[in-house]
């Protein structure tokens, strides 16, 4: 599977001349746990997690939740590229899941940005992660059942399903039609691997 299947779209972002209580509120608004910071022309420029915004709030000033967010247009005291951090791990969104998998555990992040070349087209979560993890037999064998009935060469496969591991079975002798059969059952989210028995 791969990462442009799983990765959540269209991107949140963080102008970077953005106030940190301003991407505070963002981040809290959207229910997510970082954000590409980008220049006045999307490009991506760094990253801002909840700790970034956390660390910038209460260890410069314990009391600063309490004063009022500054007025639009004036400098803040403390802007996110102040706080966001610039060696940002990445992902081309061509990249299969497991690379994104190692690259989270070795590297302890929660989030990374997914790239199309040089372009922002998604974030990649371990909450999208778990996503993948947690779809179910049954809709796995629904999509993998649905995903052959839109090639005629893959009509009369039968479909069973255990742990994310997909058997095919019935499809005839055809040795064109079970590969054929195969490659678009192992494009199906949530599919771990794909077996034929005839």
């Given amino acids: ?29 959207q229910d997510i746990t970082a954000a590409p910071v980008v220049d006045e022309r999307g490009r991506m420029v760094g990253i801002v997690s909840e700790m970034d915004l956390l660390r910038a709030e209460f260890e410069a000033d314990p009391g600063a939740y ?5 007025e639009p247009g ?7 590229t102040d706080v966001m951090t ?5 992902v081309q969104e061509g990249a299969d899941i497991l690379d994104l998998a ?16 040089d372009d922002l087209v998604g974030m990649a979560s371990r909450r999208d992660l778990m996503g993948v993890l947690a779809e179910g037999d049954e809709r796995i064998r629904d999509d993998v059942l649905a995903a052959l009935r839109d090639s005629t060469e893959t009509a009369g ?6 742990d994310g591991l997909v058997e095919l079975s019935g499809g005839g002798a055809d040795e064109r039609s079970a590969r054929i059969a195969e490659l678009i059952a ?3 989210p949530g ?8």
């Fill in 86 to 90: 610039t060696a940002v791990r990445v």
């Fill in 191 to 198: 599919v771990a691997g794909v077996t034929l028995t005839r």
């Fill in 186 to 188: 192992g494009t199906v």
């Fill in 157 to 162: 496969w039968r479909v069973a399903v255990h």
């Fill in 74 to 80: 004036s400098r803040p005291s403390v802007g996110v």
């Fill in 102 to 117: 190692k690259l989270m555990i070795t590297m302890g992040v929660k989030s990374v940005p997914v790239l199309r070349g």
């Fill in 66 to 70: 309490r004063r009022p967010a500054a």
């Fill in 1 to 29: 599977m791969l990462v442009a299947e799983m990765m959540t779209t269209p991107v949140v972002s963080v102008p970077r001349t953005w106030s940190v209580k301003q991407a505070v509120r963002l981040l809290y608004e």
